[in-house]
């Protein structure tokens, strides 16, 4: 079945330094794949999503591009800022509307 | 894209009560889908709701202890029953959303803690 594995946590960083999540997936076909973001105490936002091979999606500074070579669709920022400090979640969905699998999520921390 | 309101966001229960947890979504949408996540876990999905049919639950979870009601295109209610400590986790809805901004919108999560 499909599958997503990200980089374990926590990811400590200090403002202003570069990040990378690494997330890759196993999955048939060619499935849509997501970033979300989980600020503490809150639910999931949608960060950032790509819908076929070599499309980058991006917001706020982040940015991932969708390698069906490497199947993998990492998330990097330049420069995280303390308030980039939450859980992030690599997801997939199959073609059409259907569920999401989720990696385990990463957590990040960012200190001044 | 959507907007889903779920409420309670947070609740303390006893254990052998039950709960009912409510997410109204701005538009109409074909499917839900329930979410269950532990604490410092991932989220897993605990089904997937149609409107006009029953739930289809995901393997581990039961129509008896996570009765969902879907009775239109923009509500979905779960209700986790007759409840233990096991339970508590942040319990999550989400639906599609097409067109230009297709992806998947989630409301912002009931935190239950069974006592």
């Known amino acids: 079945g499909d599958s997503v594995t990200q980089m374990e946590g926590p990811v400590t960083l200090s403002e202003e330094a570069f990040l990378t999540i690494n997330c890759t997936y196993t999955?048939?076909?060619?499935?849509?794949l997501f970033w979300y973001v989980q600020y503490p105490g809150e639910g999931l936002q949608l960060l950032l999503k790509?819908?076929?091979?070599?499309d980058k999606g991006s917001n706020k500074g982040f940015e991932a591009t969708y390698r069906k070579e490497t199947t993998s669709f990492h998330l990097e920022k330049g420069s995280v800022q303390v308030s980039d400090s939450a859980v992030y979640f690599c997801?997939?969905?199959?073609?059409?509307?259907?569920?999401?699998?989720f990696g385990k999520g990463t957590m990040l921390l960012v200190s001044p | 894209s959507a907007v889903i309101s779920q409420k309670p966001s947070r609740d303390i229960c006893q254990r052998g009560t039950s709960l009912t947890i409510q997410c109204q979504v701005d538009?109409?949408?074909?499917?839900m889908f329930w979410y269950r996540q532990q604490p410092g876990q991932s989220l897993t999905l605990i089904a997937t709701?149609?409107?006009?049919?029953?739930?289809?639950?995901e393997s581990g979870f039961v129509i008896d202890k996570f009765p969902i009601s879907r009775p239109n295109l923009t509500f979905s209610t779960l209700t986790v029953s007759n409840m233990s400590p096991e339970d508590s986790s942040i319990y999550l809805c989400?639906?599609?959303?097409?067109?230009?901004?297709?992806?998947?919108?989630f409301g912002s999560g009931t935190r239950l803690t069974v006592v």
């Open positions: 989400s639906a599609p959303t097409g067109g230009a901004n297709y992806g998947y919108t």
């Open positions: 999955a048939t076909g060619y499935p849509s």
């Open positions: 790509a819908t076929k091979a070599d």
């Open positions: 997801a997939l969905s199959p073609r059409g509307y259907s569920t999401l699998t």
């Open positions: 538009s109409q949408v074909t499917m």
């Open positions: 709701a149609n409107q006009g049919s029953e739930a289809t639950y």
